[in-house]
């Protein structure tokens, strides 16, 4: 029988304080898909980054076409043509679309960038991803949907015979990862192997051929194609049942905790926005991509300051030109990018949660650090953060439990109204199931919540009410009792505007 084209035995790998792999192994043979799944921390990036040459493990084995190979960088795993194409985006903003693609492997003529050539190559190469943009064109104007596509690109244009996609559609509309899954057809048909990291189980079942589940940094078990079925990837990803995963309780609302009249954002100041959220109650933004679900919460935090209209919490008037002036306020907001926004990575848990607090926390210019152990302690306990120590650097947690540490940072403050972007995006199945009974609990709490999702499921089984937004307008609300798919796509294409 031919050798796998990759095949990873027994790979151990280590972080301070962290055992991340213990013994993992993969095979991927020539023209499959192999999904790897798992919670946050389950030791999948790490895997990856692995294969990819961008870590060294400190056990195990890795075999190219049944030879024993040493990855020791990334330029070593191209060479054997192994590429990964990064959750986080690795372009450089200030180049083009062409540079980015060829970047340290640049074309030369008589010594010199010849850009001619790469422009006529990376048109191939956008065309083999469906990508209809002039690659002369600047990186940092494309959309994150458009420069996932030049990472794909890129992964091509080395001849790659293993792809390996690290949550491919965490930033691509239903119409982008609808072009990505026919990339991937096309690229199983000619014999490149695909390993396949997704949170969304959903694509797993349409796309793998086998699933490898990873649980505590070790292999939990396999699925073939005709197991491949959601419960059972839930099941052995967390090794149990996840029973009324939506176990939203409505309660009657308190009073009016935020009111916004005509709010005008700097995105869309032609379409003001008018809504109100109760204490206690959960109200859910939908929309399509570009719809200005972001920009409206920015605009309520003062991030991007309102070009008009009024907001209230609780009663009183709220001028939100910075997010210090929201915080006063009593809003909070976390954001949809958590690394870039919500958290500093190489800063501990501890100094994170307490980043918002900082001035309560102070007595006389010095910060009081009996109670910033004590408030660290308070939310790493009740949201279950999962880190060895609150001093940990956030950098070494996993998405869900970084998710936590922002959560925990806002909390700490005691908000009126709690401003969720995009809360669960990139954690895993059993990390979401925390995050919405903590969204359950502060509700009954009495804590406002005006949440955004592109996860039509959570919209639907969270929210008491939901706001639709198209192209920067509520073009409705629906109440509970109306929430449905249709309604909500209804009136997210503005189907009446285009009758």
Known sequence: MTPPLLQATGLIKSYPG?????????????????????ENGAGKSTLMKILAGVQQPDGGSIAVDGREVRLASVLEAQALGIALIHQELNLADNLDVAANIFLGRERLKRGLIDTRRHLEEARVHLAAVGLAVDPATSVGALSLGQQQLVEIAKALSVEARVLIFDEPTSSLSSGEAANLFRVIEELRSRGVGIVYISH?????????????????????????????????????????????FYAHEPHPPGPVALEVEGLRTAAHPEHPLSFRVHAGEIVGVAGLVGAGRTEMLEALFGV??????????????????????????????????????????????RENVSLAALQRDSRHGFLDRVREDGLAAAMIGSLRIKTPSAEQPVQFLSGGNQQKVVLGKWLAMKPKVLLLDEPT?????????????????????????????SELEEILGLSDRALVLHEGRITGELPRNALSEEAVLHLATDTEALV
Do not use: C, W
């Open 200 to 244: 969304r189980l959903g694509e797993v079942k349409a796309l793998a051929d086998r699933v490898v589940v990873l649980r505590d940094g070790e292999n939990a078990g396999e699925l073939a194609k005709s197991e491949i079925e959601h419960n059972a990837m839930v099941r052995m990803m967390v090794g149990r049942d996840l029973s009324q």
């Open 425 to 453: 995006r990139g954690i895993d199945v059993g990390a979401k199931h925390e995050i919405y009974r903590l969204m359950e609990d502060l509700s009954r709490e009495g804590v406002a919540i005006l949440f955004v999702s």
């Open 304 to 349: 991007t300051p309102p070009m008009g209209g009024v907001v209230q919490v609780g009663g009183v008037e709220v001028r939100p030109s910075s997010p210090r002036d929201a915080i006063r306020a009593g809003l909070a907001l976390v954001p949809e990018d958590r690394k870039r926004q919500g958290v500093i990575l190489q800063m501990a848990v």
């Open 18 to 38: 962290v055992r991340a792999l213990k013994g993992v192994s993969l095979t991927l043979r020539k023209g499959k898909v192999v999904a790897v799944i798992g």
